[in-house]
């Protein structure tokens, strides 16, 4: 006997399978308002044959996967100094006072570090080069005011 011979004769057949089709290209958005929004601020999103725009809505300006880095690096700076100046620590409580310097270290590295990530593209043509200029400065006066705060004052 063999297992043929325990599927009886009126058991349907077992289905072929089907295609499916490939899902969307794009992120999917809540609402009509959302991808209106989206589509203002990402033109590249109606082209799917180019680079996406990055997660979290931010699009970049040019659609040149050169400019990602430089792009994101304007948004983070952005975010930082807007941050202000009072001292909080991941969970956004205050610091207690025998981590300050530890966390003013921290905040004047990751500063110098968006420097960083700005100056090669100050010298390319870009939108945002102007802006970008202006960041640096205002985060090498941040970075600095933070280095003191720290108590390793960078000279």
Do not use: C
């Not at 009126?10 to 989206?38: C, D, I, M, N």
């Not at 300050?100 to 700005?118: C, K, N």
Request: overall charge positive; glycine content about 8%.
């Amino acid at each position: 006997m063999t297992h043929l011979s325990l599927v009886p004769e009126s058991a349907p057949a077992p289905a072929t399978p089907q295609a499916v089709a490939p899902p969307k290209r794009g992120f999917a958005y809540p609402s009509s308002e959302f991808e209106l929004h989206g589509l203002r601020l990402a033109p590249s999103r109606a082209y799917p044959d180019r680079i996406p725009a990055p997660p979290g809505g931010r699009a970049h300006v040019t659609e040149d996967p050169r400019d990602l880095n430089f792009e994101q690096a304007v948004l983070v700076a952005l975010e930082r100094l807007a941050r202000g100046r009072a001292l909080t620590d991941e969970q956004g409580q205050p610091v207690g006072r025998f981590d300050v310097e530890r966390h003013a270290g921290m905040r004047a590295s990751g500063l110098s570090g968006l420097q960083a990530r700005l100056r090669p593209h100050l010298r390319r043509d870009h939108p945002w080069g102007p802006l970008a200029a202006e960041l640096v400065e205002k985060l090498s006066a941040e970075e600095a005011y933070w280095w003191g705060v720290s108590g390793r004052r960078q000279a």
